[in-house]
C-alpha cells in the first residue's frame, strides 16, 4: 500500500506515513517529489536513537496540513510534528514537550537522503545511466545536487533551526534541552530552489509564512466556489474531503486552476482526466472548466509528430516535467495519445458556456474549437466506417488511447486483444455531445448553417452507431469495433458512458441500465469495470472488474437522463459507503471488484492513485445525477437560472444546502429537503437577476 498521507502544492507532492516520515524500505514510493523528480527519499527523525510511537495522525485538509503526534518510549516526551509544502519547498515544524520532572537533554538525529530519482524510476522504469549526485555539508544542514543526463542541476538544500552538532551525507545530529512542560520549537526546511543571492529566512519564519500561505490558498479556493452540506455527518466527512482533495490536486498555471490528474504517478495536467473533473464540478466550480480549457487550447496539437501522437488539432494527453521526459526516454513531455480527451474538449466548452454565459472566453478559444472539431472529422473521414478511432504511432506510447488504457483493456469476448485501429463505443458517445455542444456554441455565435450541419451529423452517428455496435447477445453496446470492424462483444462499463452524452436509444438505455445494475456488474459499491461473466475478468486488474468512482459518476448521469433516476442512486449510496470505508473517507482511483461482503469493507487496489481528482470530483457528478440539477441562462429573459429535473435525496438524507452558489453577478442559496412523496426546493437568498425553474 501507499504511504497514506499526502500534501501538495503547485509541482511539489509529499507522500508521508503516520510519523510524517518517509522510510524507503517500508514505502519505496514514499518521498517529496517536486517536478517530476524524488528530492527527498528518506526522511527520519530519531530521539535517543528510536524512532518513538504513534500517538495520532491526520492530514488536515481544509489546511494543507499534515500533524502526527509521537512519544519517546518511557511517554515522557511529547512530539507534535506539522508538515506543510509550498510550491518549491517541504517544511516540518516539530515542538518538543517534556512531561519528566526534571530536565532532560534529546540527542536527536534526522536520517536524510535524496536520490533524484524520475517518477517513472520509482513506478519501475529501468534507466541503462543516470546522473550523478554531489552533498555538500553545511553549518545548518547539508545541500544535495544532481547533474541530471539533461544537464539540469536539481537540488536540496536542508536546513534546521536547531544548533546543528555533527554532520555528514545522510544525518544531522544536535542535542536539546527541554524543561518540564515548557515546549521546544526545532524547524526544518527542505528547498528545491535555494536563492544563494539573497538570505534566506530562518527556518522558524519560513515554515510560519508558508503555513500561512497555505491557509490562505485553501480558504480561498473555499470562498470562491460553491459549498455544499447536509443533516448527515458522514456525508458532510465525504463532501470536506472531496472538496478540499480537488483543492489540494489544483495547480494555479497560467490560464488558470487545473487540476492535476492523481498522487503519485500522474501528479501533472491530464486532458482526460482535467477535462472530467472540471466537468464534474462545474455547477460549483467553474473556475477549474475555465483553467482546463485556457490551457489544453494554449497546448492544442499545431502540427503532426508520430514521436508524441500529435495531430493538428488534437489535444492533450499529457504533459510531464521530469528528466526522463526532457531526454525523451519516455513520450510523454508533450504527449497526444487520447482519442477522448479532443471531444471531451468541445463537450466542457459547451456546457461551461451554458454553465457561465461566458461568451467572451469562449470566443477567445475558437480558433481551438474549430481545430478539436476539425480533427475529428479528419479522423473519422480516414476509418472505412466513419467512426473515431485510434493507433499508436508514438514508440513507447499507450496501445490503447480512452480512458482504459492499459494494454489488456480492449478485448474480444473469447479473450483476444484487439488489433489494429479501435473504435471505442464511449469516444463515439463523446463525438455525439461534441457536436451538439459546437452546435450550441455556433449558434450563439450566429452561425446557423454550421450549427444544423453539427446538428445532422450527430443524428446520423447516432444512426449509424447504433447499427455497429448493438450487440443483441449481450444486451448493450460492444465495448468496441476492432481494425477489422469485429465486435468486442464484452458487456463493459463503456456503455454507460454512451448515456452520459444521450447517444444511446431509450429501449438500449434501458437494457444497458439493467445490465450493469445486475450482481454480475454491479459488486455492492460500484459498478464494475467489466461484468464478472466475461473471460479476462480479473477483480484485482487495472481495468478489467475492478471499480472506478470517476466512470461510476460518468454513468450515473447518464443513467439519470433516461430516467433511471433509482438505479443512479443506487451507484451513489456504494460509493457513500465506499467512501466511509476508506482511510480519511477519500476515494482512491479505483477498488477492486470482488463481491460486497457482510462486515467487510471494499478490496483496496494497492497501487491506486489516492487522491485522484475524477475520483474526488465524482460525488459532485453523482448529486448531479439524483437532483437533476443545471444551470443556464434564459435566452428571452436574460435571467440565470438554476433548474432541477425530479429531484430527489437519499433516505440517509434529509436535508442537502448549497450555498454560494455563483452565476456571473449572481448568487443564491438553496436547500434541498426531502418529503414523503418527493424533494422540495427552497430558496433561502438569492440576488434578483437568477430564477428557480423546477420540473416534475
Request: with cysteine.
Amino acid at each position: 500500500m501507499l504511504p497514506p498521507f499526502v500534501l501538495k502544492n503547485g509541482e511539489t507532492f509529499a507522500m508521508l506515513d503516520a510519523r510524517g516520515e518517509i522510510h524507503p524500505d517500508t514505502h519505496t514510493d514514499s518521498g517529496v517529489f517536486h517536478r517530476g523528480t524524488r528530492h527527498v527519499s528518506r526522511l527520519e527523525w530519531r530521539l535517543w536513537g528510536r524512532a518513538g510511537a504513534v500517538l495520532s495522525s491526520t492530514e488536515r485538509g481544509e489546511l494543507g496540513l499534515q500533524v502526527s503526534h509521537l512519544s519517546n518510549d518511557d511517554e515522557t516526551v511529547h512530539l507534535e510534528r506539522s508538515t506543510v509544502l509550498t510550491p518549491t519547498a517541504c517544511l516540518q515544524q516539530l515542538t518538543f514537550t517534556s512531561f519528566a520532572q526534571t530536565s532532560l537533554q534529546v540527542p536527536i538525529t534526522l536520517h536524510f537522503d535524496a536520490d533524484f530519482r524520475d517518477i517513472f524510476e520509482v513506478r519501475g522504469y529501468q534507466r541503462p545511466e543516470r546522473g550523478r549526485t554531489v552533498r555538500t555539508c553545511t553549518p545548518e544542514g547539508l545541500e544535495a545536487v544532481y547533474r541530471g543526463l539533461d544537464n539540469s542541476d536539481r537540488c536540496t538544500l536542508v536546513r534546521l533551526s536547531g544548533p546543528v552538532q555533527e554532520v555528514d551525507e545522510a544525518c544531522l545530529q544536535l542535542s536539546l534541552q527541554l524543561e518540564p512542560r515548557r515546549p521546544r520549537r526545532l524547524c526544518l526546511v527542505l528547498d528545491f530552489h535555494p536563492d544563494g543571492n539573497r538570505q534566506p529566512p530562518t527556518p522558524e519564519a519560513a515554515f510560519d509564512a508558508a503555513l500561512e500561505a497555505a491557509v490562505d490558498r485553501f480558504r480561498e479556493a473555499s470562498r470562491l466556489a460553491a459549498s455544499v452540506t447536509s443533516d448527515n455527518p458522514a456525508f458532510n466527512c465525504w463532501i470536506a474531503r472531496s472538496t478540499s482533495d480537488v483543492h489540494l490536486l489544483s495547480s494555479q498555471l497560467d490560464h488558470g486552476l487545473y487540476p492535476y490528474a492523481g498522487v503519485p504517478w500522474f501528479s501533472c495536467p491530464f486532458g482526460r482526466d482535467g477535462l472530467i473533473t472540471a466537468r464534474q464540478l462545474l455547477l460549483f466550480e467553474p473556475r477549474l472548466a475555465r483553467g482546463v480549457l485556457g490551457f489544453l487550447a494554449e497546448h492544442q496539437a499545431r502540427h503532426a509528430d508520430p514521436a508524441s501522437d500529435a495531430e493538428p488539432g488534437k489535444v492533450l494527453h499529457e504533459a510531464r516535467l521530469g528528466e526522463m521526459a526532457a531526454l525523451g526516454e519516455v513520450p510523454f513531455a508533450h504527449y497526444f495519445g487520447s482519442v477522448d480527451a479532443t471531444p471531451l474538449f468541445l463537450i466542457l466548452a459547451g456546457d461551461y458556456l451554458m454553465r457561465s454565459g461566458d461568451q467572451a472566453f469562449i470566443r477567445e478559444l475558437r480558433g481551438a474549437l474549430d481545430g478539436a472539431m476539425a480533427w475529428i472529422r479528419a479522423a473519422e473521414s480516414s476509418a472505412t466506417d466513419g467512426f473515431l478511432r485510434y493507433q499508436r504511432t508514438a514508440q513507447g506510447g499507450l496501445r490503447n488511447q480512452g480512458w482504459k488504457d492499459s494494454d489488456d483493456a480492449i478485448h474480444h469476448a473469447d479473450g483476444r486483444l484487439a488489433e489494429g485501429s479501435i473504435a471505442l463505443c464511449e469516444v463515439q458517445a463523446y463525438s455525439y455531445g461534441a457536436r451538439r455542444a459546437m452546435a450550441h456554441i455556433q449558434r450563439l455565435f450566429g452561425h446557423d448553417a454550421e450549427a444544423e450541419r453539427l446538428l445532422q451529423e450527430a443524428r446520423q452517428l447516432q444512426r449509424h452507431f447504433h447499427g455497429a455496435f448493438w450487440c443483441e447477445r449481450i444486451g448493450s453496446y460492444a465495448l468496441a469495433l476492432d481494425g477489422q470492424g469485429e465486435a468486442c462483444e464484452v458487456r463493459a462499463s463503456n456503455a454507460g458512458h454512451c448515456l452520459w452524452t444521450g447517444l444511446a436509444s431509450k429501449t438500449a438505455a434501458s437494457a444497458i441500465a439493467r445490465q450493469l445494475m445486475a450482481p454480475s456488474s454491479f459488486n455492492g459499491w460500484g459498478i464494475r469495470t467489466l461484468d464478472e461473466g466475461e473471460a479476462r475478468y480479473n477483480p484485482m486488474s487495472y481495468h478489467n472488474g475492478s471499480v472506478w468512482p470517476h466512470d461510476n459518476a460518468l454513468i450515473a448521469l447518464g443513467l439519470a437522463r433516461y430516467g433511471h433516476t433509482p438505479e443512479a442512486m443506487r451507484v451513489l449510496m456504494g460509493l457513500f459507503d465506499t467512501a466511509q470505508a476508506m482511510p480519511l473517507q477519500r476515494l482512491p482511483e479505483l477498488f477492486c471488484g470482488f463481491p460486497r461482503q457482510s462486515d467487510e469493507g471494499p478490496t483496496h487496489y494497492p497501487v491506486a492513485c489516492s487522491p485522484q481528482a475524477w475520483a474526488s470530483g465524482s460525488l459532485f457528478g453523482l448529486l448531479e445525477a439524483i437532483t437533476g440539477m443545471g444551470i443556464g441562462h434564459n435566452p428571452d429573459s436574460g435571467r440565470a437560472e438554476v433548474l432541477f429535473r425530479n429531484p430527489v435525496l437519499p433516505e440517509r438524507i434529509n436535508l442537502l444546502e448549497i450555498h454560494g452558489l455563483r452565476l456571473g453577478e449572481e448568487e443564491i442559496d438553496l436547500q434541498l429537503h426531502r418529503g414523503e412523496l418527493d424533494t422540495g426546493v427552497l430558496v433561502k437568498r438569492r440576488t434578483s437577476g437568477v430564477d428557480v425553474v423546477i420540473h416534475k
